[in-house]
């Protein structure tokens, strides 16, 4: 697949956009899509690439899609199920958008992935979700007192992602919670968000300009 060129770069992005974007990177990462892979030109794709753009990017979208998103289409065969799978989760997921939230939050937290954090903690925020919870898991605090749902979820991800192991009694509280339907799908959610940090760390994704790095290092 072949870079895009500054003339075609000039075309599809608007110069200011470009400018604030690039504010000292390292000498591997492109300032456009603040990543170590170009933003994918859809012209430079055949017919089948270009009509999983259009479904992932989108065919009139005017300034770059950053994130595992734009990542993801250099590979249409990786782009087009994780669009679908990562749509169905976040809006027709059994569990709800707030604590589809929670659980996007814990596996951003466990990965350590800063971008999707960023993203996802004011999007937690505007879906309800409390700030004791959302400073639980950003403060890897102790979860007694939080509402069950949430704090199972939490449980269910730290076990998961730390022990690599789920304990029967979690599970049980996540059916109980969830049903198992519910439980499969939170955990399918983790997962999600797991492989778009690994895209995303493989590419060393910066955050935007205009978005603030929340995430605590550590």
Partial sequence: MRKLSFAVLMSVVPLAWVAAQNHELPADIDPVSQSRVPVVERSSLDAEGQ???DLVVGRDRTTPLLGPGGVSVYSAGVAEPMHHLNTYLRQHGVVGPALTE???LVA???IEQAYEWAAHEPAARRFGVPDAVIDAIKYDRDVAGLPAKESTIIRFGREIMRD???SSETWA???EHFGRQ???EIAD????YVLAGIILHAVDQRIPADREDTLPKR
């Fill in 108 to 110: 951003a937290w466990e």
């Fill in 51 to 53: 009509r999983v753009y």
């Fill in 164 to 166: 690599h192991s789920l």
């Fill in 182 to 184: 519910g439980t499969i």
């Fill in 173 to 175: 509280e996540a059916v």
């Fill in 189 to 192: 959610v983790m997962g999600d």
């Fill in 102 to 104: 929670v659980a996007i």
